[in-house]
């Protein structure tokens, strides 16, 4: 009974926000539409208090609870928290957009505060049940907020193929778990590393496990050849949906291919086999995503295959097996959701009732208009690039870096390559909004507020960041270190 009450409080702040959805939810039933400030407000005062709760309920030693579903962790804690921060802001950003477009509604809030719950869950997950409950709790929030736009063609054209691709995925995934459980007998992470490890296992169908299972994992982080749905989720969904797909579950994304991959399947004999693999998806994502990009006029969409291209980034860090690699994807992906978070945060910015913002025609003379605004764009368009001293170049530099040292410098000069090719398309969104007289139809100006503050904060972090970047990745190394296992 005592253990059980241990891990209830270990469990406390996934059961905070679980029950704060819920009471938001019963609230806004009884709520008009003028006080529906009360749920953006309620919601917020959740998703903080959420962020703080892991600090006081984690082990500093990785530990198994609720009969090896979950693993509490430093990581863990961590992860979660800055998952409950980036949707806070995510939320402030999005606030004159949703009222702007009837969308400042509870089941809005409901289904972000239940997709928060899923990344929680993904984070903490020691258990192939636990982690698919949570991508599918993520999973299916992400699909109704997409189509919350009922009047939008455009966005129920994106939900659906949101839905039917994400399907495919799901059973992709569940098959190559199905395959693990038949050659190991465990969907327990670590009784899973026992069974490889003791010899007990079958290799055969463990590897055939291991390819349905990267097939699963390319699709929801959208690499190439796995990449249709980016695009089109990116340019179809209401802006404010756009950018929490493209930020807070990025991080969860992470935790849940480091669980998987790292330490469920990270022995040796079996990462040769899925390093391949997943060198292949980065290959792919970074060509593809980085030369796409370049034919793009509408900025989501850029972003979008943009987002590919990061990715790939990502996957080349995870590629080496090491904690050096895994370490300079867990810097990576931190610093990519701040540049994410800015990116589409100026859309909602400069986007106005009846004019979304999204072409990059709508920046020209930014600069004239809103230079405040145009400098901290610069700066985050900067960062995608991997241009110094903003924090885009050392979180490139570290990936490289971790691939240069086991002797993969064809894959490190590619990745050279494909970003010299994504400073095109960064460089002529500066180009315009600097250098292109504006159209009367575009911006005039923004006045102050919540989301301009947030934005310049975001902004000037990352070129905080870009100058001082030692200690995020001595963090990032700690975090790694006290929470993976290695071979």
Same mark, same amino acid.
């Given at each position: 009974m005592d253990f059980q009450l241990l891990d209830l409080y270990t469990l406390l702040p996934e059961i905070f926000l679980l029950v704060g959805v819920s009471g938001i939810l019963l609230l806004d039933l009884f709520l008009s539409k003028e006080q529906r400030g009360i749920t953006y407000g309620l919601s917020l005062v959740v998703l903080i208090v959420t962020s703080v709760l892991p600090w006081f309920f984690y082990d500093a030693d990785p530990k198994v609870i609720m009969s090896g579903l979950v693993v509490s962790d430093l990581l863990g804690a961590a992860l979660k928290s800055t998952v409950c921060v980036l949707v806070a802001v995510g939320l402030v950003y999005s606030k004159s957009y949703l009222l702007s477009r009837g969308l400042h509604r509870g089941e809005y809030f409901s289904?972000?505060?239940?997709?928060?719950?899923?990344?929680?869950v993904m984070i903490s997950s020691n258990h192939f049940l636990s982690l698919y409950l949570g991508l599918e709790l993520l999973s299916l929030s992400l699909y109704a907020m997409v189509a919350l736009q009922r009047d939008s063609g455009r966005s129920s054209e994106a939900a659906i193929k949101y839905f039917v691709l994400g399907a495919i995925a799901s059973g992709m995934l569940l098959y190559g778990m199905s395959m693990i459980y038949g050659?190991?007998?465990?969907?327990? %992470?670590?009784?899973?590393?026992?069974?490889?490890?003791?010899?007990?296992?079958?290799?055969?169908?463990?590897?055939?496990?291991?390819?349905?299972?990267?097939?699963?994992?390319?699709?929801?982080?959208?690499?190439?050849?796995?990449?249709m749905w980016i695009p089109d989720v990116y340019h179809g969904s209401p802006t404010s949906v756009t950018l929490l797909i493209g930020t807070a579950p990025k991080v969860a994304a992470f935790a849940f291919v480091l669980r998987l991959l790292a330490e469920a399947l990270g022995h040796p004999s079996l990462h040769q086999d899925w390093s391949q693999m997943l060198t292949v998806l980065a290959v792919g994502s970074l060509v593809i995503g980085n030369v796409v990009a370049i034919a793009q006029t509408n900025f989501k969409r850029m972003l979008a295959y943009s987002t590919i291209a990061h990715m790939g980034f990502l996957l080349v860090g995870f590629m080496t097996g090491s904690i050096n690699g895994y370490s300079a994807s867990l810097f990576y992906i931190l610093t990519y959701v701040l540049m994410?978070?800015?990116?589409?945060?100026?859309?909602?910015?400069?986007?106005?009732?009846?004019?979304?913002?999204?072409? *990059?025609?709508?920046?020209?003379? *930014?600069?004239?208009?809103?230079?405040?605004?145009?400098? *901290?764009?610069?700066? %985050?368009?900067?960062?995608?690039?991997?241009?110094p001293p903003t924090v885009g170049f050392w979180s490139k530099l570290f990936v490289i870096q971790s691939i240069i040292d086991l002797g993969y410098v064809g894959l490190a000069v590619t990745a050279v390559m494909t970003?010299?090719?994504?400073?095109?398309?960064?460089?002529?969104?500066?180009?315009?909004?600097?250098?292109?007289?504006?159209?009367?139809?575009? %911006?005039n100006t923004t006045k102050y507020s919540p989301g301009m503050a947030v934005f310049a904060i975001n902004g000037l972090l990352l070129l905080g960041l870009g100058l001082f970047p030692g200690w995020l990745l001595s963090l990032c190394e700690s975090l790694i270190e006290s929470s993976v296992r290695t071979f």
């Open positions: 289904l972000t505060l239940f997709a928060t719950l899923g990344m929680m050659g190991t007998g465990h969907l327990n %992470i670590e009784a899973i590393v026992s069974s490889v490890l003791s010899g007990q296992s079958d290799s055969n169908l463990l590897r055939l496990g291991v390819v349905f299972v990267i097939v699963g994992i390319g699709f929801k982080l959208g690499a190439v050849p796995f990449h994410a978070l800015g990116g589409f945060g100026v859309i909602l910015i400069l986007s106005r009732d009846g004019f979304e913002s999204e072409e *990059l025609s709508d920046l020209k003379g *930014l600069s004239q208009t809103n230079p405040w605004c145009a400098f *901290l764009l610069m700066i %985050i368009l900067f960062s995608m690039a991997g241009i970003s010299l090719i994504g400073a095109f398309y960064y460089l002529r969104v500066v180009k315009i909004m600097y250098f292109d007289a504006s159209d009367s139809s575009s %911006i």
